[in-house]
């Protein structure tokens, strides 16, 4: 903390930048590549820095949040609020940019920056500055849709390998029962779940039944993005446990489906709630009511994955989250050292803030447009 325990934002430098990745990922509403996102980078007035990176994605497939409505949003309407006065707690951006309607994803890349710049300041890893304990977290992978099941046999046992805790599979309709029982013969007793994204309705609900004989640890969002009914009618339906994602925005969304029975798991995605200050609400909220979560992912670079690390070591993050190694995505990320994962484990670092490095000549070289905000 300064001297006067405020946080005073001077600058903030928005570094867009493209990234490819190493395969291609497919979903059941459509496949990534390239990915261009921002690098929050957020100066104070004692030349501190702290950073975050956006998860929106080119378009609007996943929610309606795109790259570009975060830069507009950013510098049109958050960056100015954030520059208008000092903070005394990360705490206070979420009631800073209630006036704001939802693009969560743009406040969060910037409620990332403000958390780890008040980390550094108080000299401890933002894990601590959390009040995260672990000093490992387990991690999964998740598996795109792949071109054939041979292939898919190939990855998950390639994850397996390298110790990977659980898999995830997409799936959606024509790649869904029967894909997964190959996957179950090859693996009978591999930790795995289903991704659906909300490809499926009610309509499919007997052919959904089939998925309890396979031994899922969960189904991941079966339904439509914004429904939390019919998931609950699903739900009673299934043995399996639905987990839900996309449908859920906030606390007042988790609260919603808790009390509805439309889920027995949550994902929680920093960028999705909006910040590390709702994802830790909805956190306790969870562990009050003995629902558990898991940290989910968006095919993150170097920041947004550290960020990710830091949220997983509270205490009801009790099931292995989408953090999976760099190398697994990037041929080089823009942090230093990367993520990385052995036997499905991460040490959390102990340096003060993300506990990471950004490698300078990395984000140099990837960035396409940097836009300085003072
Ligand atoms: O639904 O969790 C999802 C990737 C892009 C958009 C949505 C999702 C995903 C993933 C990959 O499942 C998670 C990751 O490896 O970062
Ligand atoms: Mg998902």
Same mark, same amino acid.
């Given at each position: 903390?300064?001297?006067?325990?405020?946080i005073?934002?001077?600058?903030v430098?928005? @570094?867009?930048?493209?990234?490819? !990745?190493?395969?291609?990922?497919?979903t059941?509403?459509?496949?990534f590549q390239?990915?261009d996102?921002?690098?929050?980078?957020m100066?104070?007035?004692?030349?501190?820095?702290?950073?975050?990176?956006?998860v929106?994605?080119?378009?609007?497939?996943y929610s309606?949040?795109?790259?570009?409505t975060?830069? @507009?949003?950013?510098?049109?309407?958050l960056?100015? !609020? #954030?520059l208008?006065?000092p903070?005394?707690?990360?705490?206070?951006?979420?009631q800073?940019?209630?006036?704001i309607?939802r693009?969560n994803?743009?406040?969060?890349a910037?409620e990332?920056a403000?958390?780890?710049?008040?980390?550094?300041?108080?000299?401890v890893? #933002? &894990?601590q $500055? #959390?009040g995260?304990?672990?000093?490992?977290i387990?991690?999964?992978?998740?598996?795109g849709?792949?071109s054939?099941v041979?292939e898919?046999? +190939?990855l998950?046992e390639?994850?397996?390998?390298?110790?990977?805790?659980?898999?995830?599979i997409?799936?959606?309709?024509?790649?869904?029962?029967?894909v997964?029982?190959e996957? /179950?013969?090859?693996f009978?007793? !591999?930790?795995?779940?289903?991704?659906?994204?909300?490809?499926?309705t009610l309509?499919?609900?007997e @052919?959904l039944?089939?998925?309890?004989? #396979?031994?899922?640890?969960m189904?991941?969002?079966p339904?439509a993005?914004?429904?939390?009914?019919d998931?609950?009618?699903?739900? /009673?339906?299934?043995?399996?446990?639905?987990?839900?994602?996309e449908?859920?925005h906030s606390?007042?969304?988790? /609260? /919603?489906?808790?009390?509805?029975?439309?889920c027995?798991?949550? %994902?929680?995605k920093i960028?999705?709630?909006?910040?590390?200050?709702? $994802?830790k609400?909805?956190?306790?909220? *969870?562990m009050?009511?003995?629902?558990?979560v898991w *940290?989910?992912?968006?095919?993150? $670079?170097?920041?947004? +994955?550290a960020?990710?690390?830091?949220?997983t070591?509270?205490? %009801?993050?009790?099931l292995?989250?989408?953090t999976?190694?760099?190398s697994?995505?990037?041929?080089?990320?823009?942090?230093?050292?990367?993520?990385?994962?052995k036997?499905?484990?991460?040490?959390v670092?102990?340096?003060?803030g993300?506990?990471?490095?950004v490698? +300078?000549? &990395?984000l140099?070289?990837l *960035?396409?447009?940097?836009?300085?905000?003072?």
């Amino acid at each position: 903390m300064t001297i006067d325990g405020m946080i005073s934002i001077k600058k903030v430098i928005l @570094h867009q930048v493209r990234m490819t !990745l190493k395969a291609p990922f497919t979903t059941s509403f459509g496949t990534f590549q390239d990915k261009d996102f921002f690098v929050v980078e957020m100066i104070d007035n004692a030349g501190r820095t702290g950073f975050g990176e956006s998860v929106a994605f080119s378009s609007p497939w996943y929610s309606e949040e795109t790259v570009r409505t975060n830069e @507009h949003m950013m510098k049109d309407f958050l960056i100015p !609020l #954030l520059l208008e006065k000092p903070l005394e707690h990360p705490d206070e951006v979420f009631q800073r940019f209630s006036g704001i309607r939802r693009n969560n994803m743009a406040k969060a890349a910037l409620e990332g920056a403000v958390w780890d710049l008040y980390a550094k300041r108080l000299s401890v890893p #933002l &894990a601590q $500055a #959390l009040g995260g304990k672990k000093k490992e977290i387990d991690v999964g992978i998740s598996i795109g849709i792949q071109s054939s099941v041979q292939e898919l046999v +190939r990855l998950v046992e390639n994850f397996a390998e390298q110790g990977y805790k659980r898999m995830k599979i997409k799936i959606k309709p024509g790649w869904d029962v029967d894909v997964l029982k190959e996957v /179950r013969k090859v693996f009978p007793t !591999l930790p795995l779940m289903a991704d659906a994204n909300s490809a499926y309705t009610l309509k499919d609900l007997e @052919h959904l039944k089939q998925l309890d004989d #396979l031994d899922l640890k969960m189904i991941e969002q079966p339904l439509a993005h914004d429904d939390i009914v019919d998931h609950a009618t699903l739900q /009673r339906a299934l043995s399996t446990p639905i987990c839900l994602d996309e449908s859920i925005h906030s606390l007042e969304d988790t /609260r /919603r489906a808790v009390e509805l029975g439309s889920c027995k798991i949550i %994902n929680i995605k920093i960028g999705r709630v909006g910040g590390l200050s709702e $994802a830790k609400r909805i956190h306790d909220f *969870c562990m009050d009511r003995n629902i558990p979560v898991w *940290c989910g992912g968006m095919l993150e $670079a170097g920041i947004g +994955r550290a960020h990710n690390v830091a949220l997983t070591t509270l205490d %009801n993050f009790v099931l292995p989250g989408d953090t999976a190694g760099s190398s697994h995505y990037w041929d080089e990320d823009l942090i230093e050292p990367e993520v990385v994962v052995k036997n499905g484990v991460i040490h959390v670092p102990d340096l003060p803030g993300i506990g990471y490095e950004v490698n +300078r000549k &990395a984000l140099e070289k990837l *960035c396409i447009k940097k836009s300085v905000i003072a």
